[in-house]
């Protein structure tokens, strides 16, 4: 994975514009530790920093290609996943390559393909072609979201990045924030519309996009969406497919030219990859997998469990370390380590994010740095396989808005009078938008309407937030993380399996369990569904509370935003906040270490308010 950016602008002279694209590629430094490279041209720049996994001499960029009086030059991040398969479907056109990254397929698919070439690729990633004779810019995003790629347009011009901190480095791009966008910091956050980086004006390139830009032309389409099918498999077929489909994808993940470890809970999501991949090194050289756990100090005498997190993660990673005979390390995170790195959590997102979930998951990735480049990982399984609560209790199935952020007061009363624009119809406006997009049966029940309703609503904002933690958290730690369930064929296999079939025998992810009971241990197969784990410490809670009462005094424009008796009562009592700031797991210590993370944003990017 690395960090991409590029500038186009035909009005201007960009081949000696060096200070500004250097400005650019710094920000993208932790992103591509490893290597950096530049185009310059008369009307583009491309930029571009390198964490090398596959083929280390052959994969540099900007990569150029000329072919039938055309040149073109990429500026890659992501990985494909059926790379060989391409290569030798452009061989057979007449194609030859000088390496074997993944960078050169995706050039050459381009020029052979042109758009098209996004319907043949089986990956994660962001990436630009820029076209040197027809002075064309070509951006374009994965189907599910899991690499991100950032833009600003203006007249003649366009600005893009891997990161919103990218494009802000840029000096026409200045870091202001509209009343919208506090709308989508303090009543969606840490979630946002897909379209939107809030600050400075800056969009998205949503999922299963692609852009092209040719002087002050912008085409943008969506090449890949989830169509509504029959499903004709029964049981015993469905249960065979799932579990190839699984481990195909985590198969093809666990190729890479440096050491690769995997993340392992103990829930049945992270087994399976661990499983795969613990096969895979034994049966490659006689090697053992290294697994990774996360906790917190002292987070034992404090667990508390609860309807979304019924149990610790303990002795299910003792269960499985053993059955995978791996070298397992469990990271302990320290309380205090954990409130520092919020600052730099924030600045890792460029927004204010899921507080301690994401620098808990910054600590930990820094941690496995040290000894690995390349992480598997279990997220996304609980989205398309029906693992969250949402699914299956009937009054959070049918809550007519979003069911992980069910309730708008604590979120309106956070902030003063006057700042945020009509909260309710914003928020119903979010939700609609989306539900009326999904593609349905007419011979759907009320009941699989629903299920399809919330199955793109989870793949639209639940796991587009947990993306794009995983990938800011990650990439910010030079450490590369794979998704294996967030392949493509798995999400279209998914989405028009009937409800009976994915809950077999009753339970979440039932299909799964199934797929897979000859291959876990019997207590991981059984095991309830449980979250990311947090700390329980009440240090936490005491401490964020000092922090937040510190910015109240502060002299700050957040300061004027704030609501402060509101968030005084949060701290005084805690217990009232009955329902999640946003997901299972963020109660008052996260909706106060999110403050904590709002002030670190506005003081850091020296955000202003249009």
């Keep these: 994975m690395c960090g991409i950016a590029g500038w186009v602008d035909y009005n201007k002279n960009l081949q000696h514009e060096n200070q500004i694209a250097d400005k650019m590629s710094r920000t993208l430094a932790k992103r591509g530790p490893d290597e950096h490279g530049s185009l310059f041209t008369t009307h583009a720049l491309l930029l571009h920093r390198r964490?090398?996994?596959?083929?280390?001499?052959?994969?540099?960029?900007?990569?150029?290609?000329?072919?039938?009086?055309?040149?073109?030059?990429?500026?890659?991040?992501?990985?494909?996943?059926?790379?060989?398969?391409?290569?030798?479907?452009?061989?057979?056109?007449?194609?030859?390559?000088?390496?074997?990254?993944?960078?050169?397929?995706?050039?050459?698919?381009?020029?052979?393909?042109?758009?098209?070439?996004l319907e043949h690729?089986?990956?994660?990633?962001?990436?630009?072609?820029?076209?040197?004779?027809?002075?064309?810019?070509?951006?374009?995003?994965?189907?599910?979201?899991?690499?991100?790629?950032?833009?600003?347009?203006?007249?003649?011009?366009?600005?893009?990045?891997?990161?919103?901190?990218?494009?802000?480095?840029?000096?026409?791009?200045?870091p202001e924030v509209s009343k919208e966008g506090l709308n989508e910091i303090f009543l969606l956050g840490p979630a946002r519309t897909a379209s939107m980086g809030i600050v400075g004006g800056i969009k998205e390139l949503e999922r299963g996009n692609y852009l092209e830009f040719t002087h002050n032309r912008i085409f943008k389409k969506k090449y890949w969406q989830i169509r509504a099918k029959e499903f004709y498999d029964g049981e015993k077929i469905a249960i065979k497919k799932v579990k190839a489909l699984i481990f195909d994808a985590i198969k093809r993940q666990l190729v890479s030219d440096v050491p690769l470890c995997t993340f392992l809970s103990g829930g049945l999501d992270s087994s399976i990859i661990s499983t795969v991949a613990a096969e895979h090194y034994k049966n490659l050289n006689n090697t053992k997998l290294t697994t990774y756990s996360v906790d917190y100090k002292d987070n034992h005498k404090y667990f508390i469990k609860s309807f979304f997190q019924p149990n610790?993660?303990?002795?299910?990673?003792?269960?499985?370390?053993?059955?995978?005979?791996?070298?397992?390390?469990?990271?302990?995170?320290?309380?205090?380590?954990?409130?520092?790195?919020?600052?730099?959590?924030?600045?890792?997102?460029?927004?204010?994010g899921m507080a301690d979930i994401d620098s808990s998951l910054l600590l930990f990735c820094k941690e496995i740095k040290k000894d690995f480049?390349?992480?598997?990982?279990?997220?996304?399984?609980?989205?398309?396989?029906?693992?969250?609560?949402?699914?299956?209790?009937?009054?959070?199935?049918?809550?007519?808005?979003?069911?992980?952020?069910?309730?708008?007061?604590?979120?309106?009363?956070?902030?003063?009078?006057?700042?945020?624009?009509?909260?309710?119809?914003?928020?119903?406006?979010?939700?609609?938008?989306?539900i009326n997009t999904v593609d349905k049966l007419p011979t759907d029940t009320k009941f699989n309407n629903r299920i399809r309703e919330m199955f793109i609503l989870n793949l639209d904002w639940f796991m587009q937030t947990l993306l794009d933690r995983k990938d800011r958290m990650s990439m910010f730690s030079g450490l590369e993380i794979r998704v294996p369930f967030c392949d493509h064929r798995i999400v279209e296999y998914a989405y028009n399996m009937p409800w009976s079939i994915k809950t077999l025998n009753g339970r979440e992810k039932g299909i799964v369990r199934e797929a897979l009971k000859n291959t876990l241990p019997k207590n991981i197969v059984e095991r309830k569904k449980s979250p990311y784990p947090k700390t329980f410490n009440p240090f936490y809670m005491q401490a964020v509370s000092k922090e937040v009462i510190k910015i109240l005094h502060k002299k700050t424009l957040l300061k004027e935003i704030l609501n402060h008796n509101f968030i005084i009562n949060i701290i005084e009592n805690p217990e009232k906040i009955k329902d999640p700031w946003y997901g299972q797991l963020m109660g008052a210590p996260q909706v106060l270490a999110y403050i904590v993370q709002l002030d670190r944003w506005f003081d850091r990017y020296k955000i202003q308010i249009i």
């Excluded at 479907?89 to 758009?115: A, C, M, P, Q, R």
């Excluded at 499985?320 to 790195?341: C, E, G, R, T, Y």
């Excluded at 029906?386 to 902030?415: A, T």
């Design 373 to 434: 480049t390349v992480a598997l990982s279990g997220e996304c399984a609980d989205e398309i396989f029906g693992g969250y609560p949402w699914y299956h209790d009937k009054k959070l199935l049918f809550f007519d808005g979003f069911p992980w952020s069910r309730s708008l007061e604590i979120r309106k009363n956070i902030v003063r009078e006057n700042f945020l624009i009509n909260p309710d119809e914003y928020v119903r406006e979010k939700y609609l938008q989306t």
């Design 312 to 352: 610790s993660d303990k002795e299910y990673i003792k269960t499985m370390s053993n059955f995978l005979s791996s070298n397992h390390k469990n990271i302990i995170l320290d309380n205090f380590a954990l409130i520092n790195a919020l600052d730099e959590s924030t600045f890792a997102r460029d927004l204010p």
């Design 51 to 117: 964490l090398s996994v596959i083929d280390k001499n052959g994969g540099r960029q900007p990569m150029t290609f000329s072919n039938a009086g055309e040149t073109y030059t990429i500026t890659y991040n992501g990985e494909l996943y059926n790379t060989n398969e391409i290569r030798n479907k452009l061989l057979l056109k007449g194609f030859n390559f000088e390496s074997h990254s993944d960078t050169e397929v995706v050039l050459k698919s381009y020029i052979y393909w042109k758009n098209e070439c």
């Design 121 to 174: 690729f089986n990956g994660i990633f962001g990436f630009g072609v820029w076209e040197h004779n027809s002075k064309k810019l070509f951006l374009a995003r994965d189907r599910i979201g899991v690499k991100p790629l950032f833009f600003v347009d203006y007249n003649n011009g366009i600005i893009f990045g891997s990161e919103i901190k990218t494009l802000l480095a840029h000096p026409k791009i200045r």
